[in-house]
């Protein structure tokens, strides 16, 4: 079944955010570009509670950077998404697509 | 040139809360994120505002973890709270056992010190209660590795819940007021200690994790 797992809705938004920030993601940027896009408070625990779960599916892989004083002598854990989380993510995608197909959505619950 | 801000650190009681709930394998990463965005808030937007954005972040982290803590291993954890409270059952009745044993092996000392007897039988009576609850809370924290903070709180959530029932079926309805409710207080001891249990063994494991090794 795992090969054709559907991403969870926060899920999803992580991938899309590891996407978009490339060689930049990490706890922080990906925590903050949520914030920004979605506009909402995310807790950094929701977001390695689920980064975890992707890693363990396969779907993100991790390494971490040099320790920075900033961070109190800590590394950074950076995050890129591997070709089997874009396949999800391309297989999440198509599926919703297909579920709001022909649905009018906005005029029709507004 | 350092800011005011570079001297400011995150509240402490918030760190340490963090850190007892925290994946030993993320400790590092999610305590780093916190501190950079911690000391970037305290710089743009001033301190008060950035430890009330760290204390939102400890509450929110806090119940993630133990949600995501008690979801990863369900049945480990609930064999240990389950076990928890049957040990819980079973050396609750200890220190009246062993009171009753003691004051009728040395009547004759008792009847001459009776103060003694009478602080035994009270004050002595709740101090056994914590100890041992406490301890269950270490057995519990110890069966369950590397949750010990989501069993023991289970286990004394668990516990304060079913004190709750008892207090709004019966007790608060049957008993006087002032007593009804040092009964309660007397009853959520315990769970409490289970939890402090719970937070020593935490405690100890980080200790242990973080010592170099090769000693």
Redesign the interface.
């Given at each position: 079944m795992s090969g054709r797992d559907y991403l969870g809705e926060f899920e999803h938004i992580i991938v899309l955010a590891l996407l978009r920030l490339e060689d930049r993601a990490y706890g922080v940027t990906v925590r903050q570009e949520i914030e920004f896009r979605i506009k909402r408070e995310v807790s950094i625990g929701a977001v390695y509670a689920t980064l975890d779960r992707l890693e363990t599916k396969g779907y993100v892989k991790s390494h971490h950077g040099d320790p920075t004083p900033e961070r109190g002598g800590r590394s950074k854990r950076f995050f890129r998404v591997t070709a089997k989380g874009v396949a999800a993510v391309n297989r999440t995608h198509r599926a919703l697509q297909s579920m709001t197909e022909g649905l009018e959505l906005i005029r029709s619950h507004s | 040139m350092t800011s005011q801000a570079d001297f400011v650190q995150p509240p402490r009681i918030a760190v340490w809360l963090v850190n007892l709930f925290?994946p030993a394998e993320?400790a590092?990463?999610?305590?780093?994120?916190?501190?950079?965005?911690f000391?970037h808030l305290a710089s743009n937007s001033g301190v008060v505002d950035a430890r009330s954005w760290y204390w939102?972040?400890t509450a929110?982290?806090?119940?993630?973890?133990f949600g995501?803590g008690f979801r990863a291993a369900p049945w480990s954890t609930t064999a240990a709270v389950v076990g928890g409270y049957l040990l819980g059952s079973v050396v609750n009745g200890l220190p009246d056992k062993v009171l009753s044993a003691v004051t009728d092996r040395y009547l004759g000392y008792w009847s001459n010190h009776f103060q003694a007897y009478m602080f035994w039988a009270t004050d002595g009576m709740w101090i056994a209660h914590l100890i041992l609850s406490m301890l269950v809370g270490c057995m519990v924290a110890l069966a369950a590795k590397g949750r010990e903070m989501v069993a023991t709180m289970t286990l004394g959530i668990v516990l304060c819940a079913m004190v709750g029932v008892a207090y709004f079926a019966w007790v608060a309805k049957h008993w006087p007021m002032n007593l009804a409710l040092s009964w309660m207080l007397f009853q959520c001891a315990g769970p409490f200690a289970m939890i402090v249990g719970g937070v020593v063994v935490r405690r100890h494991r980080s200790a242990k994790r973080t010592q170099p090794s090769g000693a």
């Open positions: - | 925290i993320t590092e990463s999610i305590l780093g994120d916190l501190l950079e965005e000391s939102r972040q929110k982290t806090i119940v993630h973890l995501t």
